[in-house]
């Protein structure tokens, strides 16, 4: 699935930019060269991750949901954030637990793509931090003793464990491409390294909303594909 959208999002971009260069080929000014500008638009764009819905729906079940937005604040920076809900259920030969809670991710992009005349295309990298308030609840955990000293351990009490915020730096590297007049896809990968100890009540830590499945060294890697709409609140040259 994740091959389908970067292939979508490619395709898209390489039809976008050659419809606008023959576009803005053929409406450009006749002034001289002292006079010479293109407006860029600044406002506020806001998205909807569409990867968990299309997820949701094959699988049948409630993954959350995540909603972006970034603010244009010179040529180059934007100001960006996204906000959530995640549900994610972990089921193990030997344990089952679902963890569920909020996030937000703010920080900064910055947009390293020279766009050609009427262009709003990006290519960026950015820096996030994030915060995340969730809770895990333990379905079963069963414990096998292959050499039979203490005897195998089986509990399917259900139990709601309590949790710490969990604080994380991020780095994201994504490519914004702008399909209709205001309207953008955007495919992104999230480099997550974990700076608090968002420690569970001797149960593994394995993932947290919004920084997705946790590694050994407290890192991760997450995807995010959204679909953005831009509201142009002005124009500069």
């Known amino acids: 699935m994740s091959r389908f959208f970067i292939s979508l999002i ?31 638009k600044f406002g506020l764009r806001i998205g909807v991750d569409i990867s968990k819905p299309i997820i949701q729906l094959i699988q049948r079940q409630d993954l959350g949901f995540e909603v972006t937005a970034d603010y244009r604040i010179s040529k180059s920076l934007y100001a960006a954030t996204e906000v ?42 950015g820096i996030r931090y994030g915060l995340s308030a969730y809770q895990q609840q333990r379905n079963f955990l069963n414990i096998n003793d292959p050499q039979d000293y203490w005897g195998d351990y089986s509990d399917n009490e259900i139990i709601m464990m309590k949790q710490i915020p969990a604080h994380w730096i991020g780095i994201h590297f994504g490519l914004k491409v702008e399909v209709l007049n205001n309207l953008f896809l955007t495919s992104s990968v999230h480099l997550n390294k974990l700076i608090n100890d968002a420690g569970t009540d001797g149960f593994p830590l394995l993932y947290i909303p919004g920084f997705s499945k946790v590694f050994l060294n407290k890192d991760s890697v997450s995807f995010n594909y959204t679909i953005a709409y831009l509201i142009p609140f002005k124009k500069k040259k």
């Open 10 to 40: 490619f395709v898209l971009s390489l039809s976008q930019g050659f419809a606008q260069t023959e576009e803005s080929l053929d409406t450009l000014p006749q002034v001289s060269q002292d006079s010479l500008y293109f407006p860029s």
């Open 84 to 125: 959530g809900y995640a549900s994610e259920p972990i089921d193990e030969s030997d344990y089952s637990f679902e963890v569920k809670g909020t996030f937000i991710r703010l920080g900064v992009n910055y947009n390293a793509y020279e766009n050609w005349s009427g262009m709003n295309n990006e290519i960026y990298a």
